[in-house]
């Protein structure tokens, strides 16, 4: 059985020994003298680790062991390989003597640990002596790192007033060394920068509060600087520093408190309800919503008069009118103001009370004001009977400035178109100018204007309610008018009628009417129900239509107040022809249609009717007849002259009567025995050209052949005929002005301008400017 053993070094206090099957032995390291002695505990033993120190400094490669196999004869034939982690990097192996050194400086943090691998071979066979055989170098720690905190800054929070040992925050540091191997690793906290106020646990790294009553309004931010050493805190351990940031938060420890003591404001007097006077503000140290305020006026002489409201934003205390300021009667108004804090921690209350109080003074500065009434409405009461010009009421008005200036009344027209009343410019009183009647309109309503003499615009309105009272002036009237018949057959003591009454005007205790007949009447009765209302009664039986159609009843009302009133009203009877049971059969034309419900107006506005839809149809119809024909010619430019005959010949310039243009205009009116229509006669006859004319032909022989022509023609349209009256007649003193004659006598005239006379002279033109090149050729 093979069996390896190597050397450790001296410091080492224990031998590791593995046979090559894996079972472990121990060889217990004794000293005798300079001399190893070595005791086996059991064969085929091997080494099992060694043991390197980190962070070696030495010039040389750092001696690690020496590896030996008892198959070393000691020849030299023996030669070490080494393999596995960092062999032939960090670990070097001598192939002769198998002495192993590292060739690195080596650092525990980095890697702890080297598993290796050695084996011995036999130089000129080349053949393993043994097995490769597995062995660890473990790296020693040495304390070359630092604590390290888990943040380079810490940021807490805590809030102001905390009592002594309150959790602030906890600190972190780690260290990189063996915390398995000496005291490298084990870390001790202290402060170095935050006492008195601040602590912290030397194990944990908890950061507590050292001092009592730390107030956040005297400094709100702390920094604290905390530091973490190594080998527990010994001399000569490593060390390392963080920071940590400590806000105070706000707790309601702070009343608000008024800058001043009191505090003086002004304002017109003139300012509306609800406006600003001004501003004030308590200082209070805490913040968010420790710091809201809320104001409010607990006493002084001008609490009536002013307000304090709280601006929730900038949380001022806003002063402002709640009445109207008076500078005549008031000149400073005072009042007392609280703040308080809206939300107050119990806690706290002991540090005094969370409130304070100021004096605030408002001045009220004068302005020139208009008049002021002595009452808001003035209301006043007349009888309807009152006489013209006495006074029903007097107002009064002032003007509130020192100044005192005298004041004059008008009244606003526009309130009093009719004009009924006037009131006195100096003293106010107002006066009756025309008659009032209460059953027109029971109230006034008017408006009083009140300016002072020296200032005009300085003007105020009051409404002025005027009640009309009533008088008995109204005398009762029938309250409708009664459609009364009474049947022929009737019997005596039969009601007929059932009246009531009304009076315009308006007693205290009620209407109370009194009905009788004016005179006996050997016909009718009445009989008085006392309840305003009246029966009447046929005083006999027997009526007869054809004796008597109508009976006229006086009857008379009078009412119960005083003056007493009364008035006349007729009841119209009619007699009509009932039947057995009371039912009208038949009565006069009017009774008829009085019955049937229609009143006289009613028939009159019947009739209305129908004769206006009679004017109607009537003026339709005559519309209809006098709508004229659409004329043959539209265009003002199509203009031709409708020959019509006459069979006579023109007077001269004499004739005035012979000639009507209105034929010509509506030659429908021509006599139906003409030849010549106004419309396009049928094709009769071939159309034929006129004969050719001498050209020295006289000028009546050449019209009547025209005419004549145009007359037997039935294909030409009246359009397009040419009807020339150019010859004055045998009387006129001038002779003939027509120009065909001249055709005779002055053969070199030229008639070109013809051409440019229009379409009304084309016929003409093309008859001279033909001739004239006929004769031309």
Request: proline share 5%; hydrophobic share 35%.
């Amino acid at each position: 059985m093979t069996q390896t053993w190597h050397t450790i070094p001296s410091y080492s206090p224990v031998i590791l020994l593995e046979r090559s099957d894996g079972n472990l032995f121990h060889w217990n390291h004794l000293m005798e003298g300079d001399k190893l002695v070595l005791h086996r505990s059991k064969r085929d033993w091997m080494w099992r680790q060694f043991f390197l120190s980190e962070e070696y400094t030495g010039s040389n490669y750092q001696y690690v062991g020496k590896l030996r196999s008892d198959k070393d004869r000691g020849d030299g034939t023996a030669r070490y390989v080494l393999s596995g982690e960092g062999a032939g990097i960090i670990f070097r192996i001598d192939e002769k003597s198998g002495d192993l050194h590292a060739t690195q400086r080596l650092d525990r943090e980095e890697k702890a640990s080297y598993t290796l691998q050695a084996q011995a071979f036999n130089k000129i066979t080349g053949l393993p002596l043994e097995p490769a055989t597995e062995f660890i170098v473990k790296i020693h720690d040495i304390n070359d790192n630092e604590p390290k905190f888990t943040k380079a800054v810490y940021t807490a929070s805590v809030p102001e007033m905390s009592d002594v040992g309150t959790f602030v925050i906890e600190v972190n540091a780690t260290d990189a060394d063996d915390a398995t191997y000496g005291n490298s690793a084990k870390l001790v906290y202290s402060i170095l920068q935050g006492q008195p106020y601040f602590s912290v646990e030397p194990e944990t790294g908890i950061v507590r509060i050292a001092l009592s009553n730390m107030d956040r309004e005297v400094r709100k931010e702390y920094q604290v600087i905390i530091q973490a050493k190594d080998m527990a805190g010994q001399m000569g351990g490593l060390s390392g520093t963080t920071m940590v940031n400590v806000t105070l938060t706000d707790v309601n420890d702070s009343p608000p408190r008024f800058a001043y003591s009191s505090y003086h404001l002004s304002t017109y007097e003139s300012a509306e309800i609800g406006s600003t006077v001004g501003r004030i503000k308590a200082n209070d140290g805490d913040e968010g919503e420790n710091a809201e305020m809320k104001y409010r006026i607990v006493d002084g002489d001008g609490k009536e008069y002013l307000d304090i409201i709280t601006d929730e934003i900038t949380q001022e205390g806003v002063i402002v009118v709640k009445k109207k300021l008076d500078y005549e009667s008031k000149r400073v108004y005072t009042v007392k103001v609280e703040v308080t804090n809206t939300h107050q921690d119990p806690n706290f209350t002991v540090l005094g009370p969370f409130l304070d109080t100021a004096i605030i003074k408002v001045t009220a500065k004068d302005v020139d004001e208009p008049p002021v009434f002595s009452r808001p409405q003035f209301v006043f009461e007349v009888n309807e009977d009152t006489p013209k010009g006495i006074a029903i009421g007097t107002i009064t008005a002032w003007d509130p400035d020192a100044t005192h200036y005298p004041i004059q009344y008008a009244i606003d027209q526009h309130t009093d178109p009719e004009r009924l009343y006037h009131i006195d410019p100096k003293n106010g009183s107002i006066t009756i100018i025309k008659s009032l009647d209460r059953e027109v309109s029971k109230w006034h309503n008017i408006s009083v204007l009140a300016s002072e003499m020296n200032n005009p615009h300085q003007r105020s309105r009051v409404p002025v309610l005027i009640k009309v009272l009533d008088v008995n002036d109204n005398a009762p009237e029938f309250a409708m008018i009664y459609e009364t018949f009474v049947c022929e057959n009737v019997r005596a003591g039969q009601l007929i009628q059932t009246i009531s009454a009304i009076d315009t005007d308006d007693p205290l205790v009620g209407h109370k009417f009194v009905f009788s007949l004016s005179s006996m009447n050997p016909n009718f009765t009445i009989f008085d129900n006392e309840d305003n209302t009246a029966r009447i009664l046929t005083r006999r039986s027997g009526f007869n239509r054809r004796e008597m159609s109508v009976y006229y009843l006086p009857v008379v009302i009078s009412d119960s107040d005083y003056p007493i009133q009364s008035s006349t009203s007729t009841l119209t009877i009619r007699v009509c022809s009932c039947d057995a049971t009371g039912n009208m059969r038949s009565c006069s034309v009017d009774a008829l249609l009085l019955s049937a419900g229609l009143s006289t107006g009613a028939l009159v506005a019947i009739l209305l009717c129908v004769l206006i839809l009679l004017m109607i149809v009537v003026l339709f119809s005559a519309l209809k007849k006098q709508r004229r024909k659409e004329p043959l010619i539209i265009s003002k430019e199509d203009i031709r002259d409708n020959v019509v005959s006459y069979n006579d010949e023109g007077g001269g310039e004499e004739d005035t009567q012979a000639f009507d243009i209105g034929t010509l205009r509506h030659p429908e009116v021509v006599e139906s025995n003409q030849l010549r229509r106004d419309i396009i006669p049928e094709m009769l006859f071939p159309y034929h050209r006129p004969s050719p004319m001498k050209e020295c032909a006289d000028v009546r022989d050449f019209i009547i052949s025209r005419l004549q022509e145009n007359d037997t023609d039935p294909s030409a349209p009246p359009y397009d005929s040419l009807a020339t009256y150019a010859y004055e007649g045998n009387g006129s003193i001038a002779e003939s002005l027509s120009s065909l004659e001249s055709s005779a006598t002055e053969g070199d005239h030229e008639y070109d301008y013809l051409s440019n006379w229009g379409p009304q002279f084309k016929k003409l033109a093309d008859m001279y400017i033909s001739k004239d090149t006929g004769v031309a050729n």
